[in-house]
């Protein structure tokens, strides 16, 4: 079994980040069913996609579903504490209970999750 961490910091403000968000999503879940170990973490601009994926419908309901399909699987999802706050999301994300990851000056510790035995994919 392996460990792989997407991080997504594709912003909302390209058409084509679209694309990038559903393959995120996309691959997350072929990872898990292929029987390894996943985690999400929404970094920078992509925080902001976390808060619009995460709602019940929004403009990109298909991008919903795919979200929904990640919680019912158990993938571990969360969002970088420093980037939700600068990027003005955290209340939001805070109210949908989703976890923030804030070791290394207040984002995720990429380092440690590679020593952890992550192989980490950037989108």
């Given at each position: 079994?392996?460990?792989?961490?997407?991080?997504?910091?594709?912003?909302?403000?390209?058409?084509?980040?679209?694309?990038?968000?559903?393959?995120?999503?996309?691959?997350?879940?072929?990872?898990?069913?292929?029987?390894n170990?996943?985690?999400?973490?929404?970094?920078?601009?992509?925080?902001?996609?976390?808060?619009?994926?995460?709602?019940?419908?929004?403009?990109?309901?298909?991008?919903?579903?795919?979200?929904?399909?990640?919680?019912s699987?158990?993938?571990?999802?969360?969002?970088?504490?420093?980037?939700?706050?600068?990027?003005?999301?955290?209340?939001?994300?805070?109210?949908?209970?989703?976890?923030?990851?804030?070791?290394?000056?207040?984002?995720?510790?990429?380092?440690?999750?590679?020593?952890?035995?992550y192989?980490?994919?950037?989108?």
């Amino acid at each position: 079994m392996s460990k792989v961490a997407i991080i997504v910091l594709e912003g909302i403000e390209v058409k084509e980040s679209v694309a990038k968000i559903r393959h995120a999503l996309i691959y997350s879940k072929e990872i898990k069913e292929a029987g390894n170990e996943i985690m999400l973490i929404f970094d920078g601009n992509g925080t902001k996609w976390l808060d619009i994926i995460s709602n019940e419908t929004s403009e990109f309901d298909f991008l919903n579903k795919l979200f929904k399909d990640i919680k019912s699987m158990g993938i571990v999802y969360k969002a970088c504490d420093f980037c939700s706050t600068k990027k003005e999301v955290k209340d939001s994300l805070k109210s949908k209970n989703i976890e923030f990851l804030s070791e290394y000056d207040g984002h995720p510790n990429v380092g440690k999750l590679i020593s952890e035995g992550y192989q980490i994919i950037v989108i």
